[in-house]
Nanobody, 123 residues
Framework: QVELVESGGGLVQAGGSLRLSCAAS????????MGWFRQAPGKEREFVAV???????TEYADSVKGRFTISRDNANTVYLQMNNLKPEDTAVYYC?????????????????WGQGTQVTVSS
């Protein structure tokens, strides 16, 4: 089992920036890719970004391309730099880990999830 702990959420004005962090512990050698998802009130959880173990492969949701950057400084820590934030980015952001040996944007492919961190963007 992998434990994931997110941090870095908060309240920011539109146009501002936040950096989310996710630290993994436990059976981290089994992790191939790590991703970020988000869930706004009354909406389904949606894919935001994913990065492979080697950091060579990244993918982003169209809604965040050019504004968000996912990075990984080792196998166990992943970041989400969020710039030019918009009110529609308001959501609980979740870190997730997948053992599937390919980068995936599908919720069902992720084995372990963090508790989430709230991001609120005011207009």
């Amino acid at each position: 089992q992998v434990e994931l702990v997110e941090s870095g959420g908060g309240l920011v004005q539109a146009g501002g920036s936040l950096r989310l962090s996710c630290a993994a512990s436990g059976r981290t050698l089994s992790i191939y890719s790590m991703g970020w998802f988000r869930q706004a009130p009354g909406k389904e959880r949606e894919f935001v970004a994913v990065i492979s173990r080697s950091s060579v492969i990244t993918e982003y949701a169209d809604s965040v391309k050019g504004r968000f950057t996912i990075s990984r400084d080792n196998a166990n820590t992943v970041y989400l730099q969020m710039n030019n934030l918009k009110p529609e980015d308001t959501a609980v952001y979740y870190c997730a880990a997948s053992t599937k040996v390919k980068v995936t944007i599908h919720y069902a492919d992720y084995n372990d999830w963090g508790q989430g961190t709230q991001v609120t963007v005011s207009s």
